[in-house]
């Protein structure tokens, strides 16, 4: 770098300033202030008021700290990645938001990062300056299958007629084959595309998709075929209107020990050899279902989130796949939440540091369940419930619109800047201006 071109230039005026230095000299202290003030006047404004971000939504009742801590400068803002968002047909996202649980379910991740990239400043208007690029499908949206859930058959061809269009009409996906493009898979078994785990594990990662950067709520920390692309845990889709709906007090009086509501079969079915949740379900309510310390419902009705904000502990056994919804509910609902779902791996664990804020059960250990949450009750309960309330855990967990500054869409910018070796342009500071 021509360092030496930054010189001082002004040695020609060396001699005429010569007399003013000394008249001054006597309030060098002063301008030594005045110069220093403005100094860090200057610096502590232009750090924390990135062009990249939208200012923070902040909640009256959230503290200060929240902020503060969320523009910690390690995190800096301003080097999150510029990614262009394609422009698909609608056929393949938007017609599909004429169901409105489409951009509601569990899975909605897809729609949610979908519209916050639409509104990141740092979106690229021009691909060619682009880190990456993010490809909007739903694939989440066919709720046509008798039981509700959505049909995830067309999946793939939904996904590979997306790729084929952008890499018929642009250059970038055959430049990389595919390595700075990024999916969302939100469902059971990520970018496998079914809820099964073994036929999951069968059809695999399709071909077309195997190189890219998958965000998926779907993780363990054993090696799965399900896992192997690059990819970035995200978390399950809860409406981030759940936080101004249940704003609880931290002090709020939790009458009930232990909650679960949801799909606990008596006699699991078997389903090609496994059975529901390892059958982890089915002993929580054999053990459980009698002791009026436990609140297990099977039924989906009721309002669940009112009993969350009443209880203690809010138990996340795994279901078919290991995560669950419940998770970010019981974060945002102050109820520590119990993963019993061995091996799983959780998403932004830097920031939301999970065993600080839950507990975590063996699924072989699931019949010592109250023991086990006595003995957190009487030794450690306050200390997780204390670090639950941390704002900065919770707001990673949610996917905000705009996106908001350590939100859970921020969070996957900030793993993909780590991932810019996979970008054509290179890591930051080749050749191209920080816009
Ligand atoms: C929705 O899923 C069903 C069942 O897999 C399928 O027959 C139908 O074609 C799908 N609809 C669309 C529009 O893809
Ligand atoms: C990218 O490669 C595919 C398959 O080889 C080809 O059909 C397509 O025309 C290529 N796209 C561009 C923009 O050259
Ligand atoms: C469950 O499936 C496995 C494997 O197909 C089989 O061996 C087992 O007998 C089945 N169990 C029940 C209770 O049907
Ligand atoms: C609470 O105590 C349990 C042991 O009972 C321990 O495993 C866990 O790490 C502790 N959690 C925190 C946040 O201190």
Same mark, same amino acid.
């Given at each position: 770098?021509?360092r ?9 005026c ?11 000299r006597?309030?060098? *202290?002063?301008? &030594?202030?005045?110069?220093?003030? +403005? ?6 404004? /232009? !750090? @924390? #008021?990135? $062009?990249?971000?939208l200012?923070?939504?902040? *909640?009256?009742? &959230?503290?200060?700290?929240?902020? +503060? ?6 995190? /800096? !803002? @301003? #080097?999150? $990645? ?19 649980r489409c ?5 909605? #991740?897809?729609?949610a990062?979908?519209?916050?990239l ?19 499908v739903?694939v989440?949206?066919?709720f ?14 939904l ?13 970038f996906w ?9 999916f ?17 594990i ?10 890219s ?21 995200i978390?399950?889709?809860?409406q ?7 704003s ?6 939790r009458d ?7 799909k ?14 390892k ?7 054999r053990?459980?279902?009698g ?12 309002d669940?989130?009112a ?33 019993v779902?061995d ?6 664990p ?24 006595d ?5 450690n ?26 939100d ?17 342009l290179g ?5 191209r201006?920080?816009?």
């Amino acid at each position: 770098m021509p360092r030496s071109r930054a010189q001082p230039r002004h040695h020609h005026c060396h001699q005429h300033l010569s007399q003013k230095v000394l008249h001054l000299r006597k309030y060098y *202290k002063w301008i &030594l202030w005045f110069a220093l003030s +403005i100094y860090l006047f200057v610096s502590t404004t /232009s !750090s @924390s #008021s990135s $062009p990249l971000f939208l200012p923070l939504r902040l *909640k009256p009742n &959230l503290p200060a700290r929240a902020l +503060i801590e969320a523009r910690n400068p390690s995190s /800096s !803002s @301003s #080097s999150l $990645p510029k990614v262009y968002v394609y422009d698909l047909p609608s056929r393949y996202n938007k017609d599909w938001l004429s169901n409105s649980r489409c951009s509601s379910h569990l899975f909605a #991740s897809e729609v949610a990062i979908h519209e916050a990239l639409l509104r990141y400043p740092g979106r690229a208007a021009d691909p060619d300056k682009a880190d990456f690029f993010f490809l909007p499908v739903y694939v989440s949206c066919n709720f046509s299958t008798p039981n509700g859930f959505p049909s995830l058959h067309h999946a793939r061809p939904l996904l590979s007629s997306a790729v084929d269009f952008v890499s018929a009409r642009f250059p970038f996906w055959n430049r990389s084959r595919g390595r700075d493009h990024v999916f969302v898979a939100s469902h059971d078994y990520g970018a496998c595309f079914h809820a099964m785990e073994d036929v999951a594990i069968a059809d695999g990662i399709p071909d077309f998709m195997r190189r890219s950067i998958i965000l998926q709520t779907f993780g363990v920390r054993s090696s799965h075929p399900c896992q192997e692309a690059e990819h970035v845990l995200i978390p399950p889709y809860v409406q981030p209107q759940i936080e101004d709906e249940w704003s609880v007090p931290e002090k709020m009086r939790r009458d009930i020990f232990v909650f679960f509501r949801g799909k606990m079969e008596v006699h699991p079915k078997n389903v090609s050899g496994r059975f529901y949740s390892k059958r982890v379900r089915t002993e929580i309510l054999r053990r459980y279902g009698g002791n009026p310390r436990f609140r297990l419902e099977r039924k989906r009705s009721g309002d669940y989130r009112a009993e969350m904000a009443r209880s203690v502990f809010c138990l996340c056994p795994l279901g078919w796949a290991p995560w669950s919804p419940r998770l970010v509910e019981a974060v945002v609902l102050g109820c520590v939440p119990v993963v019993v779902a061995d091996g799983i791996r959780l998403p932004f664990p830097e920031t939301v540091r999970w065993p600080e804020i839950s507990v975590t059960v063996a699924e072989a250990d699931v019949g010592r369940l109250e023991t086990i949450l006595d003995h957190v009750a009487a030794t450690n309960l306050s200390v997780i419930q204390r670090n639950l309330w941390e704002p900065t855990r919770r707001r990673a967990l949610l996917f905000h619109l705009p996106m908001a500054e350590g939100d859970a869409t921020w969070h996957v910018l900030r793993a993909l800047e780590g991932m810019r070796h996979r970008s054509q342009l290179g890591p930051r500071g080749t050749g191209r201006e920080a816009v």
